[in-house]
């Protein structure tokens, strides 16, 4: 639900041949012990028996453009909010700019 896994899982991401982001939620419906000091082996042993499987995390060429494609639409947004923004101004002044 956050985006704190980022950095660790960027960092991680080209020193280890194969590396699993797994679903906590997908993890916690698992059944075992999830909360004593073995919690890394318990997790590496379910993932070892196909209990759990990795979350998709596309590569970096597609993560860029995602991000590029959700900054511009917060800039688009952004701007009709202010172009809305003005034209109320003008319409409390007493300037119907919508109707000329």
């Known amino acids: 639900t956050g985006v704190y896994w980022k950095p660790v899982y960027y960092t991680l991401e080209g020193l280890f041949p194969q590396l699993w982001l797994c679903n906590a939620q997908h993890v ?11 919690d ?17 995390v596309p590569p970096p060429e597609i993560r860029e453009l995602r991000e590029l494609t959700r900054y511009r639409k ?8 202010e172009i809305q923004r ?7 002044a007493g300037i119907k700019l919508t109707s000329v």
């Open 28 to 38: 916690k419906n698992v059944p075992g012990r999830k909360t004593d000091l073995s």
């Open 40 to 56: 890394a082996e318990w997790l590496a042993d379910v993932a070892a028996h196909g209990m759990v499987r990795p979350s998709f």
């Open 74 to 81: 917060t800039q688009v947004d952004a701007r009709a909010r």
């Open 86 to 92: 003005l034209e109320k101004v003008l319409q409390d």
